[in-house]
């Protein structure tokens, strides 16, 4: 007697889309499920520091941006110090350093607040320029695309990071610099990330 095989069913592309909101932004997929969203309040009440607003797009190769978007963020502290159990209590109480936003799905402009980070550590008692680190996700992207923000008026400390200068040409360097601006009085930095083209932002492979 020959037994009949039972074969799996296709399982969901891996890439990022379109369970990625379902998965990490549930709210933004139409699932109300959190009182609050995880990730969307990445500095808290507490926290020291300039206040700022940060926003962007994520655009394609044909120069069109991308609607369905994830990013996540990385941040220290304004004074240079990152949410860790190795530095509990050096941070204020409320302080992740952590959060998630997406883009909007009609415009696909995507921002976020929190408080400008100071400089941080880096290697051989070097000092890192204040800096954002963003993960991002899409469909389409089948490994999520690391890179940083820096600081259009942290010109003298960007000069001497040792991250920004691995990077040979400084037309490259500046894709990764957020220009600031103001809205209603409030520090705007604006920070267009390109997936390709001539303008390709810096992604580095951590």
Request: charged share 25%; no cysteine.
């Amino acid at each position: 007697m020959v037994q009949k095989l039972d074969y799996l069913k296709e399982t969901p592309s891996q890439t990022a889309g379109p369970y990625v909101h379902i998965g990490l932004a549930p709210g933004a997929a139409g699932f109300d499920i959190y009182k609050q969203e995880l990730g969307w309040d990445i500095a808290g009440p507490n926290a020291a520091g300039e206040r700022i607003r940060v926003e962007g797009r994520v655009i394609d190769g044909t120069g069109s941006p991308v609607k369905d978007v994830l990013i996540e963020v990385w941040q220290a502290n304004a004074a240079g110090i990152h949410a860790h159990p190795e530095h509990a209590g050096e941070v204020e109480e409320g302080f992740r350093g952590w959060g998630r936003v997406i883009t909007d799905f009609e415009t696909g402009e995507w921002g976020f607040d929190t408080v400008k980070p100071g400089p941080v550590p880096g290697r051989n008692g070097s000092k890192q320029a204040p800096h954002l680190t963003l993960w991002i996700v899409a469909r389409g992207i089948n490994i999520g695309l690391n890179t940083r923000l820096y600081f259009s008026d942290e010109s003298e400390a960007n000069a001497a990071d040792p991250v920004l200068n691995l990077i040979e040409w400084e037309n490259r360097r500046a894709t990764l610099i957020a220009v600031r601006g103001e809205r209603e009085g409030k520090p705007l930095y604006r920070f267009d990330i390109h997936l390709q083209g001539p303008q390709e932002t810096v992604f580095f492979d951590i």
